[in-house]
């Protein structure tokens, strides 16, 4: 028997190792298939999930990073998996036999038995060797009817491998088919940490990040696709949490029409796989804050510029100017544009006289929120309009229209004030005329002249003069002086007519003075004056007059009622006729009333004339107070006892009686006030003749001293010769001489009739002395004289009639 080692080794057979051998081989092929279909499968199961995410929305960051490391992972597992069997711990003939066993349960066995006798290393030293070669013999035989292979595992590579091919057909059909898509989810797949934009099928053109819109009104968002990628039919938006809005297209273009927005907010856009946010940012229309005109005024002004804030869309500017229109507005201006058409002012430019949208209007030069037009002239009437956008594109509310109207330079505006168009004055007295002149454009002068009227025909001397009263400028636009017009100091003589006007001059080249209205003065002797007064006075006591005649019959009615049978007074129980009497003694009242007004008033005229005598002013003073007395207690005393009859019949005849004699006294006084009233008119008439000679004795001390004084110049001289100037003034003097004239013969008349009114035997003898004189016909004869030069009698005849006109005064006096 052999002892040796060989006696001892025990083999598997060669049958057996070969089949072993086959099985390992194809449990490789499978484990590689499962490996890489499962590995493939991972990664190309979450590319597939990225490509989908992709195809709805920009797949986030925190969402590729996951997918990229799964999809890696997986392959990272399947590949770590198949190493560790086929590389790092490749199966032995013992772990094979285990994966058959898994197969073939009892041959698995046996199997499994055999490899261990013929592994040395686990072998017990008490077996035969003889022993288990005969068992390996027999498991070899045996194996020989068993297909190893077979009992590789196959389902889970069969599964990976079809799950692969599933998944490549739904990864290579779309990157077939879209392979920008494919490649660029591939790329950020591959990439995730990379900023790789995602691949849309549609791409949207124009669609800024943010859109500025106006307050709360309804606005568009405009969008268009890019024409080399899709175009779907139907796009959506959705503005925060309000209703989505959708929106077909056309021709790759559309709009969305988007509710009135007062918060900004993100306005969200889909179109297919796309998806854009856009910002919307409500702001306020711009709007126009102030608009001014810069004025270039024309070179005869000599005025710096000027700048005017406009109002109410509408200014005025003169013609002949050049103006630029500056606007301010509430923020910065992107564009804008204007017009300027000429109207007709009867007309008026009509609804489309000019345009009104930007884009069709001249563009003007825009500097943040301000915008200037150019100079134009202002030679028309013009009609303006001007529209605008902002930086965001926002047009104005509605444009703004300007009507700018020219006007001429008119003359200046010139009045007087503190004057009637008619006034009467004295020689001594000042009237003060306030003169003021307007323009808008300047005035340079502004002065004021007088000149007779008539004086000439009425033998007065010729009067002429200027005064000049302010200064002005080109700015100037108001100028303003009192006046004072002194007959004495403008040696003005008295009974002088005189016209007088205001005049102001501007700039305007070759334009004659504006004048103001025409003012007559007339300037009046004392006595002349008194005379008016005394016609005032003679007006009022008619007026009195009349009034006593009325209250006379009021009286007298109401006697007759008085005196009425009692029974038949019953009859008019009413009181008709009692209430009509005291209306009529309330109306005499008020007429008395008036009467002293109008007194009053003409005793402040008479105030100014001091011919009229303090004695005289004294009574109509007195007058006066006793009307407005009895204007104010008995005649209304007698209207309240006239009502008190008229209200009530048991007392009615004790009323009347006391109206009636409150009546008389009323009669009484009103006829007082009449004697008195006349009393003064015959002291003021008589104290008229006085002034009215005086008056005349002073016309001929002038010309008396004026012959004097042009005696040397004209002595000896024809008529014909004398010179110019010189025959002017002789002429004048005789002229005032028959003036004087025919005023002495009007004395002498009035003197007969005031005789033949008072009786007083002064006043006709003083008419007798003038008639036995011959002084109208003497003065009449000295006129002559003067105008034929004969000075030298003539000096003396004036001196001689002076002296009889001052006589005559003296007697009327006393």
């Not at 990976?160 to 790329?187: D, E, H, M, Q």
């Not at 956008?389 to 008119?410: H, M, S």
């Not at 008085?562 to 109306?587: I, V, W």
């Amino acid at each position: 028997m052999n002892t040796g080692p060989d006696s001892m080794e025990v083999k598997l057979p060669d049958s057996l190792t070969s089949k072993l051998g086959e099985f390992e081989k194809r449990l490789c092929l499978m484990e590689t298939v499962g490996a890489v279909s499962g590995g493939l499968c991972g990664m190309l199961l979450t590319y597939a999930l990225m490509f989908a995410s992709d195809r709805f929305w920009d797949t986030p960051g925190w969402l590729r990073i996951p997918l990229s490391l799964v999809g890696g992972c997986v392959f990272a597992l399947f590949a770590l998996r198949w190493t560790r069997h086929w590389l790092l711990r490749r199966r032995n003939a013992r772990d094979l036999a285990k994966l058959v066993q898994k197969r073939y349960r009892g041959m698995g066995d046996r199997l499994l038995g055999v490899v261990e006798l013929a592994d040395s290393t686990i072998a017990s030293p008490n077996v035969s060797p003889a022993l288990c070669r005969a068992a390996i013999r027999q498991v070899a035989e045996e194996s020989k009817e068993y297909d190893f292979r077979a009992a590789v595992p196959v389902r889970a590579p069969r599964v990976y491998a079809v799950s692969l091919l599933i998944l490549l057909a739904v990864a290579l059909i779309p990157l077939a088919i879209f392979p920008r898509a494919g490649w660029n989810t591939l790329l950020r797949w591959v990439m995730p940490f990379s900023p790789v934009q995602r691949f849309t099928f549609v791409s949207i053109e124009e669609l800024p990040d943010e859109q500025v819109v106006p307050h709360g009104e309804d606005f568009e968002v405009r969008f268009k696709l890019n024409k080399d990628t899709w175009r779907p039919a139907r796009a959506s938006c959705r503005l925060e949490n309000q209703p989505r809005i959708r929106t077909r297209l056309i021709d790759g273009m559309g709009v969305f029409e988007v509710p009135g927005q007062t918060s900004p907010g993100v306005l969200v856009v889909r179109v297919g796989d796309v998806t854009k946010r856009m910002k919307i940012i409500p702001v306020l229309r711009p709007e126009l804050l102030s608009m001014s005109a810069e004025i270039q005024p024309p070179s005869y002004l000599s005025r710096t510029n000027e700048t005017i804030a406009i109002r109410a869309g509408r200014f005025e500017m003169l013609d002949g100017s050049h103006v630029s229109l500056v606007g301010v507005a509430s923020r910065s201006l992107g564009q804008v544009g204007w017009d300027r058409v000429q109207v007709d002012p009867a007309q008026g430019p009509g609804p489309s006289a000019v345009a009104e949208d930007v884009d069709t209007l001249s563009p003007l030069a825009v500097e943040g929120n301000k915008f200037r037009s150019p100079s134009f002239s202002g030679s028309a009437p013009a009609r303006c309009v001007f529209a605008w956008r902002d930086i965001f594109r926002i047009a104005g509310a509605k444009p703004y229209v300007l009507n700018i109207e020219t006007r001429v330079d008119e003359p200046p505006f010139v009045e007087c004030r503190g004057i009637g168009r008619a006034v009467a004055m004295l020689e001594d007295e000042v009237l003060a005329i306030e003169v003021r002149a307007e323009d808008d454009y300047g005035i340079s002068e502004l002065w004021v002249n007088w000149s007779d009227v008539g004086n000439k025909e009425r033998g007065l001397p010729e009067i002429d003069g200027t005064s000049s009263l302010s200064e002005g400028g080109p700015d100037t636009r108001e100028l303003m002086n009192t006046f004072s017009f002194s007959p004495i100091a403008l040696r003005i003589p008295e009974e002088s007519m005189v016209s007088l006007a205001a005049y102001a001059s501007d700039y305007m080249p070759g334009r004659k003075p504006a004048m103001s209205a025409v003012y007559r003065i007339y300037v009046l002797s004392r006595a002349k004056h008194a005379d008016l007064i005394k016609n005032r006075m003679e007006a009022l006591q008619g007026l009195v007059e009349d009034l006593a005649r009325e209250e006379e019959q009021l009286l007298q009615d109401n006697v007759e009622l008085s005196e009425m049978p009692a029974n038949k007074m019953d009859e008019m129980s009413s009181g008709a006729a009692l209430k009509m009497r005291e209306k009529r003694e309330r109306l005499h009242a008020r007429q008395l009333s008036n009467i002293a007004d109008r007194a009053q008033e003409l005793l402040r005229e008479a105030l100014r004339n001091t011919r009229i005598s303090e004695s005289t002013l004294g009574e109509w003073s007195e007058m006066i107070n006793a009307m407005r007395g009895l204007s104010a207690n008995e005649m209304s005393q007698a209207s309240d006892s006239l009502g008190s009859a008229a209200s009530d019949p048991a007392e009615r005849s004790e009323q009347l009686d006391v109206a009636i004699e409150l009546e008389k006294e009323i009669l009484k006084s009103l006829r007082a006030s009449e004697r008195g009233m006349n009393k003064s008119i015959e002291s003021m008439l008589a104290m008229n003749f006085v002034n009215r000679l005086m008056l005349c004795a002073s016309n001929e001390g002038v010309i008396g001293s004026t012959l004097k004084e042009l005696l040397p110049k004209i002595i000896g001289m024809h008529v014909e010769d004398m010179p110019a100037d010189v025959a002017k003034e002789t002429v004048a003097l005789g002229l005032t001489q028959e003036t004087t004239g025919r005023e002495v013969e009007y004395i002498r008349d009035d003197l007969s009739g005031f005789y033949n009114r008072t009786r007083l035997a002064g006043y006709d003898e003083v008419r007798r002395e003038m008639d036995e004189s011959r002084v109208v016909e003497r003065m009449a004869e000295l006129a002559d004289r003067i105008e034929r030069n004969i000075v030298v009698e003539s000096i003396t005849e004036t001196v001689t009639l002076k002296e009889e006109l001052i006589a005559w005064a003296a007697k009327l006096r006393k």
